[in-house]
């Protein structure tokens, strides 16, 4: 139900942009926004939208990355800026619905490195 898109390598203070793709109406959802996980890590909770357009940010990434969404699109994205080895991991896509639990997509890998 949920398609993740844009990983790639990426040099230490570049750019990327997920996109996660939805198979239905992303206001379906009571929540989504991305997680990711990096090797030997557990999986870590980077953005997300709850409770409609209210926007939480993880920390380590709060500043740098900006979490928006397209309802006519049924697409969440993830502007990631100013990107350092740190980030380098897997990105899921997430969602999140009252009564049906959680929603994952399959992951795209996100590598930053000179």
């Known amino acids: 139900q949920l398609q993740a898109s844009g990983g790639g390598l990426v040099q230490p203070g570049g750019s990327l942009r997920l996109s996660c793709a939805a198979s239905?109406?992303?206001?379906?959802?009571?929540?989504m926004g991305w997680y990711r996980q990096a090797p030997g890590e557990q999986r870590e909770l980077v953005a997300t939208f709850a409770s409609g357009d209210e926007k939480h940010y993880a920390d380590s990434v709060n500043g740098r990355f900006t979490i928006s969404k397209d309802n006519t699109k049924n697409t969440v994205y993830l502007q990631m800026n100013s990107l350092k080895p740190e980030d380098t991991a897997v990105y899921y896509c997430n969602a999140w619905k009252l009564g049906s639990g959680h929603f994952w997509g399959q992951g795209t890998l996100v590598t930053v490195s000179s």
């Open positions: 239905r109406a992303i206001s379906d959802f009571n929540a």
